[in-house]
């Protein structure tokens, strides 16, 4: 197909639409609903739409990843069409799914490649800066609104009568959109193959639930989010160099293959250990977000940026790996899920601050920017308040010699070392460095010291970063 007419798809408002709710069940089917609306329902509409005009619906979808797809077109007609019928399909089967859409059409042979991406990308930022109504449309009923997202009751669940086994109309009352997505959850698990459903997890208590084979474990469950790093620089590489737009295809495809394969590295991981302790919420592109048990999240966000690093994309020579940071939320399974979710998301951003900031520091000359990861513990209200000063976080996953003051390493020793310790002398030390209470930091260091154990205070951050997650990662 002919790149004369091609067009820029955002689906819009996506971590409202999967995070904005505390049920498991509804996270996953708006993230099986999100992951569809660019992939299979795209590509279906499109088949139909193509054969319409004449044309072939293959390699019709140049990029698709982070909820945007670049498509190709024979023309605004067919876009126009393609459009109708999309959005048509997500209101009536995905509701409260939106999206944005723009196009471009070539000039002349001389518009490059990158110049037309650039330009498809600048007018999406006007138009999703001027807004518009993005109105969920449906019923307004004035007595009733759905609980999970707030949105007017379109349904009533059926639910079984535990003595009878007959449907009872005292469900739940549901909106369209939270309705949409408990079938797609209900599908889903019935079509699962090879597990049995009662070992899949379906609520956030199964998930910190204290895995039998560990003792010390807290009922604790980890948010993990993470994010590639300078994907944005690498896109606008491959797309200077790029003379046709097969060759973002091939770009996009090791975006899917590289985080795919180190998401399947870090499933395989927690289940041969535990297979109820871990849920992938969310894959686009470079963009993942999962929810294990505490025990298993350090570790597993370092065998994921592991296997990471060992992928050579083809897209971009073969020389140069992709990276990645990482953000965790330890938090409490009742703990509302945005909030989570938002604070593991902003320990990801401190992670790739601190990336940045080393590379323009000290890496002029080197290209690897590295894998980083922060975290954050919620034991109550005011655990999000203790000053970030204190600790030595985030971390550098890999070995770097220039930055080996914020090695993995440090902390994983320390961890090591905490472990070996009485429970109450490392909760006393905690406790004092927190309340800045020094002469019971050193006099408790004193006692250690006099039993065999040294206490590094000389170098303290790196300490009470292992002493804040020594009770929840405890098989480092």
Not at 43 to 56: L, P, Q
Request: aromatic letters at 10%.
């Amino acid at each position: 197909m002919p790149d004369n007419f091609i067009a820029l798809y955002d689906v819009t408002g996506i971590q409202k639409y999967i995070f904005s709710t505390s049920r498991l069940k509804d996270i996953i089917g708006a993230s099986i609903l999100v992951g569809r609306a660019l992939s299979d329902v795209m590509e279906d509409i499109m088949k139909g739409v193509m054969k319409d005009f004449g044309a072939s619906s293959q390699e019709a979808v140049i990029f698709s990843g982070g909820g945007n797809a670049i498509v190709r077109f024979p023309d605004h007609k067919a876009w126009k069409q393609f459009n109708s019928v999309f959005s048509r399909k997500l209101l009536l089967e995905m509701p409260g799914i939106t999206f944005a859409t723009v196009y471009n059409e070539a000039i002349d042979d001389s518009d490059s490649v990158d110049k037309r991406v650039s330009d498809l990308f600048s007018k999406m930022a006007s138009t999703k800066a001027l807004g518009g109504n993005n109105c969920e449309i449906g019923t307004l009923p004035p007595m009733a609104q759905c609980g999970p997202d707030n949105q007017p009751v379109c349904y009533i669940s059926k639910e079984q009568d535990r003595r009878t086994g007959e449907d009872s109309q005292l469900g739940e009352y549901l909106s369209a959109a939270t309705a949409a997505k408990r079938d797609v959850w209900d599908n889903w698990s019935k079509r699962v193959k090879g597990v049995s459903r009662k070992n899949i997890p379906i609520t956030f208590d199964e998930i910190a639930k204290k895995p039998e084979s560990i003792e010390n474990a807290e009922r604790f469950m980890a948010v993990v989010h993470l994010d590639g790093n300078q994907m944005g620089k690498m896109f606008k590489d491959v797309c200077e160099k790029a003379e046709k737009f097969d060759e973002i295809s091939a770009f996009s495809r090791d975006i899917d293959m590289a985080y795919n394969k180190a998401m399947q590295s870090v499933l395989s991981f927690i289940e041969e250990k535990s297979s109820k302790r871990i849920r992938l919420i969310y894959a686009d592109g470079d963009d993942v977000t999962y929810v294990c048990h505490c025990v298993y999240a350090l570790d597993s966000v370092m065998e994921f940026m592991k296997t990471l690093q060992e992928f050579r994309p083809a897209s971009v020579g073969g020389q140069q790996s992709f990276s990645a940071c990482a953000g965790i939320a330890y938090v409490k399974p009742k703990f509302p899920f945005y909030r989570a979710f938002e604070i593991a998301k902003a320990r990801c951003r401190s992670a790739k601050q601190l990336a940045h900031e080393r590379l323009q520091e000290q890496f002029v000359d080197d290209e690897d920017i590295g894998c980083w990861v922060d975290f954050e513990v919620v034991r109550g209200s005011g655990g999000s308040e203790i000053s970030r000063e204190m600790f030595k976080r985030p971390y550098r996953i890999g070995s770097h010699e220039k930055d080996d003051k914020y090695s993995i390493t440090k902390l994983c020793n320390e961890l090591g070392d905490i472990r070996e310790w009485p429970r109450s002398s490392s909760k006393g030390l905690r406790n004092a460095y927190l309340t800045g209470d020094d002469d019971s930091l050193h006099a408790i260091a004193g006692r250690m010291k006099s039993k065999g154990r040294d206490v590094k205070l000389d170098e303290r951050e790196h300490l009470f970063d292992a002493l804040d997650i020594a009770d929840l990662e405890v098989l480092v």
